[in-house]
T-cell receptor, first 114, second 115 residues
């Protein structure tokens, strides 16, 4: 298995632009998580899905952030409009909701908003 | 050990030494704990887990110790190698009402192994 796949790996954009981050979880996993990592705040959970349904989005910082999971093999995290303080590394992770609860992380998307 | 401050705690060791990374967790209801390793430019990677009904678990070169009385977790790495250099996170998990465990990650400890 290729593991969790994220794209793009790097994104540089200007303030006010829309940014879309993409994630393909590991096949067969039914939970998907979006995290943001910064030096100031560490690793923060933004939102997670079980069986494609958003369960908890309390970590989403503002209405500018939205996430979707249209099917079991694809999820997006969108920021519109983007701001410089959104600059961070965004990770997607997936896991099985039963048995071992190990989360498998993707390589991350490094977002820079100028 | 881990800290909620802005600067990552750092542990520097010589190759071949044993390393001990500490973590204090906050929620007494947490019943499942995981250690992750994050190398530069990569996502966190699972190392070892432990449930609250255990106080010790061993893996390959790694041992996790859990002290529920003082809400403390430690990761011991035997014969540390340069490839062990990374940031190590502990994550505590509260039993979910349904579905997945949702981890709360600590701030991390940077391990630097000198050859």
């Amino acid at each position: 298995d290729a593991g969790v796949i994220q794209s793009p790996r790097h994104e540089v954009t200007e303030m006010g632009q829309e940014v879309t981050l993409r994630c393909k979880p590991i096949s067969g996993h039914n939970s998907l998580f979006w995290y943001r990592q910064t030096m100031m705040r560490g690793l923060e959970l933004l939102i997670y899905f079980n069986n494609n349904v958003p369960i908890d989005d309390s970590g989403m910082p503002e209405d500018r952030f939205s996430a979707k999971m249209p099917n079991a093999s694809f999820s997006t995290l969108k920021i519109q409009p983007s701001e410089p303080r959104d600059s961070a590394v965004y990770f997607c992770a997936s896991s099985l909701a039963s048995g071992k609860h190990e989360q498998f992380f993707g390589p991350g998307t490094r977002l820079t908003v100028l | 050990g881990e800290s909620v401050g802005l600067h990552l705690p750092t542990l520097s060791v010589q190759e071949g030494d044993n390393s001990i990374i500490n973590c204090a967790y906050s929620n007494s209801a947490s019943d499942y704990f995981i250690w992750y390793k994050q190398e530069s430019g990569k996502g966190p990677q699972f190392i070892i887990d432990i449930r609250s009904n255990m106080d010790k678990r061993q893996g390959q070169r790694v041992t996790v110790l859990l002290n529920k009385t003082v809400k403390h977790l430690s990761l011991q790495i035997a014969a540390t190698q340069p490839g062990d250099s990374a940031v190590y996170f502990c994550a505590e998990n509260i039993p979910p009402g349904g579905g997945s465990y949702i981890p709360t990650f600590g701030r991390g400890t940077s391990l630097i192994v000198h050859p």
